[in-house]
């Protein structure tokens, strides 16, 4: 009797302590099956984002752990991982990304391919510095939170990472590494970056151009910016079908946020070419201005008569394209990896429109 009391009184008070270890070895198990498909799984890994953010700090320890520091961050992996930690804002991912961003900048690239982005960008044929990975992500992550004091430093390898093609060395950079680079000169409003940023948009609508040099632009809020982008639409809508949509969306969406309305006006004359405005440019055009002329170009053109060139949007559309050029949306990853050639997709302007 006295030691079937004895074993009731021990399970009774050993059964909490056992079932929060179980709880914290569960709930660890499933952060790091959760960064696993994250960094190696293809497929799901742009699915578990979300997951992968709820688990705060001990995710970021596991994607350090997984990825030696970042040393080893592979090229696919880089934006998926970029997005998790800018919504991981805490003090460890801050004191983290600053550390790399330090040992990235006293390390320069050595010649010739880095071992650790060969299996990662081999299928790609890009062989990058051995410092970029690391370097974009880290910036990208600091400069999408507001904490851009860490950036000085880097400011020149960003900038030539986003607008050349290749480095010094003749290692070819990827489009997603110099969009990456471009997306943190922009967020961090670097003024100083924007004529270099603006002579790369002339590349539009090449492959080799990435389209996040458009967002880059519009962020720094210059309005010297126009003309180029302005330049930029005409090509791309002058060229191959194939990026005609999603480009042109884009370009327009920076002019807006700079303040030009002119770029609706060229959507419009465009449409008129083909004597009906496609279903694209219909939602492209009625998202921005809330009318809906539907295919009838001849009643865009007559409406933007009588706007006389006095047309502004409302203050909150203006607000919700802001948003979307600052990635907080879901494409901004398949729109990195597409470049400037990506198939074209029917997307939400104003999805999530404050």
């Keep these: 009797m006295r030691f079937r009391f004895h074993y009731c009184l021990t399970t009774v008070l050993l059964l909490p302590a056992w079932m929060t270890l179980s709880c914290l070895y569960t709930n660890e198990s499933s952060t790091s099956s959760i960064v696993q498909s994250l ?7 742009l699915g578990v984002i979300p997951q992968a953010v709820a688990g705060g700090d001990d995710t970021l320890a596991l994607i350090a752990e997984h990825t030696r520091s970042f040393d080893t961050l592979s090229l696919c992996q880089a934006p998926r991982v970029a997005e998790v930690l800018a919504q991981i804002d805490t003090s460890a991912c801050q004191k983290m990304m600053r550390a790399v961003l330090a040992r990235e900048a006293q390390q320069p690239a050595e010649g010739g391919a880095s071992t650790r982005t060969r299996e990662g960008c081999a299928c790609y044929g890009w062989w990058e510095e051995s410092t970029v990975l690391p370097m974009v992500t880290a910036a990208y992550v600091l400069a999408r939170q507001g904490n851009v004091e860490g950036l000085a430093e880097v400011r020149n390898a960003l900038l030539q990472c986003a607008v050349r093609q290749e480095s010094t060395r003749g290692v070819v ?19 100083s970056v924007g004529p270099a940023l603006l002579r790369a948009v002339e590349g539009i609508p090449a492959d080799d151009a990435p389209v996040a040099l458009v967002e880059a632009a519009a962020l720094i809020g210059s309005d010297k910016a126009i003309v180029p982008l302005r330049a930029a639409l005409e090509r791309v809508l002058d060229g191959p079908a194939s990026m005609r949509q999603d480009v042109a969306v884009r370009i327009v969406r920076s002019l807006v ?5 002119e770029c609706l006006h060229i959507i419009m004359l465009d449409g008129a070419k083909a004597l009906s405005a496609s279903e694209w440019q219909r939602h492209l055009l009625s998202g921005i201005t809330g ?3 539907g295919a009838d170009y001849g009643g865009w053109l007559g409406w933007w008569r009588t706007q006389e060139g006095r047309y502004a949007p409302e203050p909150r559309i203006v607000a919700c394209l802001k948003l979307e050029a600052t990635r907080e ?12 050639g990506g198939a074209p997709r029917n997307r939400s302007l104003l999805e999530g429109t404050p």
């Design 257 to 261: 946020i700079l303040g030009d309305t």
């Design 291 to 293: 009318r809906d002329f």
């Design 173 to 191: 950079y990827s489009s997603i590494s110099r969009g990456m680079a471009a997306m943190s000169l922009g967020l961090a409003r670097e003024e």
């Design 329 to 340: 949306n879901r494409d901004w990853l398949h729109d990195l990896f597409a470049g400037a």
């Design 39 to 45: 960094l190696f799984d293809w497929e799901s890994g």
